[in-house]
């Protein structure tokens, strides 16, 4: 196996153009229902089609249809559209995070709260514009959730193979929901714990961004269980890296290439492996200083910078440098231990160089 590749294993066998075409043609059909309901509705349609096709890395439906290949299923359309639904799930996930986060941006454009906010204002409507973006957020992001089941079930896969892949769909949809709980709690108590901090990543974002899509891939490929257990020891180290990652960009990241505001995490106050290893290694003074700026959200560029050089020079960004290459050679080394397809086995090496080496 090598760690170069040529093409990204998300453009091969046509994948990114053929998941944007089941989002499109879906996402069509959508915005007729809504607007054959209301006029009022077409903004709604237009928010989820702008939020679900202008952006988005497609990591999770690229893992979900490697893991199929990998496990001998044969390649189709409708196997794409199902597994498209998981950017319906992750669709989902931001709108929801991005409101509780209070964040004003995702991928350079509005938040969705904000934009339907800023509807709201420029309409001159009654009542508060806030509480409004809020109300429509949550409501918007509920329905991505339905719709990826939606999408799931009408991909055109027959029904003996949708049965075997919904426990694992369900499943994962739970973790998320509880994970984002998890982190919300995790903030309100100011648990700033290794262990707590590496339980939330994995639930609100490791298992659902390679485990689970991986898993269910599997599940509709009808594979083995010895493929089922190879994934989940490639898939939950190389989600726990990829978080990781995450955490890193969402400190040091390059707001050109996040699309999010620098230091936007720890305005946020989020208790990251990131955070949780600088105030382990920390002196008290060092503590209490990342404390009293962790979640203040008038945090200036000074104060982000400060906070950046206490978590550099306790060593919790080398440590969390050191556990990303860690957790992506024991996920590499899973990939060893069961027969998969040779080109499936690639794509699935170059999906973990691409989750965990990415600046965006």
Not at 2 to 28: N, Y
Not at 95 to 104: G, K, N, P, V, W
Not at 274 to 299: H, I, K, N, Y
Not at 305 to 321: F, M
Request: glycine letters at 10%; a negative charge; proline letters at 4%.
């Amino acid at each position: 196996m090598t760690h170069a590749a040529p093409v990204s294993p998300v453009d091969r066998a046509g994948l990114r153009q053929r998941i944007d075409k089941a989002l499109t043609e879906f996402l069509t059909g959508q915005r007729g229902w809504l607007t054959a309901v209301d006029d009022g509705l077409l903004p709604v349609a237009e928010a989820i089609e702008e939020f679900v096709l202008g952006g988005g890395k497609r990591l999770r439906p690229a893992f979900g249809y490697w893991g199929y290949r990998g496990a001998g299923g044969v390649d189709s359309d409708q196997v794409v559209a199902a597994l498209a639904a998981l950017e319906f799930v992750q669709a989902s996930a931001l709108i929801h995070d991005d409101l509780m986060d209070r964040s004003d941006t995702r991928r350079g454009e509005p938040a969705v709260h904000r934009r339907f906010a800023a509807r709201h204002r420029a309409a001159g409507w009654g009542g508060d514009a806030d509480s409004f973006g809020d109300a429509a957020a949550i409501l918007l992001g509920d329905l991505c959730l339905v719709w990826s089941d939606e999408l799931l079930h009408s991909a055109g896969l027959a029904p003996t193979t949708v049965a075997r892949a919904r426990p694992v769909f369900d499943e994962m949809r739970t973790e998320v929901t509880v994970g984002q709980y998890l982190d919300v709690l995790t903030q309100a108590t100011g648990d700033t714990s290794l262990e707590r901090a590496g339980k939330v990543a994995r639930y609100k974002s490791a298992k659902y961004t390679v485990e689970r899509p991986l898993l269910l891939g599997a599940a509709l490929a009808g594979a083995p269980a010895e493929v089922h257990a190879a994934y989940s020891a490639y898939g939950l180290p190389l989600g726990e890296a990829f978080q990781l990652r995450d955490d890193v960009l969402g400190v040091f990241g390059d707001p050109e290439r996040t699309g999010k505001p620098a230091g936007d995490d720890l305005r946020e106050g989020k208790r990251t492996y990131l955070v949780a290893a600088a105030l382990e290694t920390l002196d008290p003074a060092g503590r209490e200083l990342l404390l009293s700026g962790l979640g203040a959200p008038d945090l200036d560029a000074a104060g982000v910078a400060r906070l950046r050089e206490l978590i550099t020079s306790s060593g919790a960004l080398a440590r969390t440098e050191r556990r990303i290459a860690t957790l992506t050679e024991g996920a590499l080394a899973a990939l060893t231990t069961v027969d998969l397809d040779t080109e499936a086995r690639q794509a699935l090496v170059d999906l973990a160089m691409a989750a965990t080496r990415r600046t965006d």
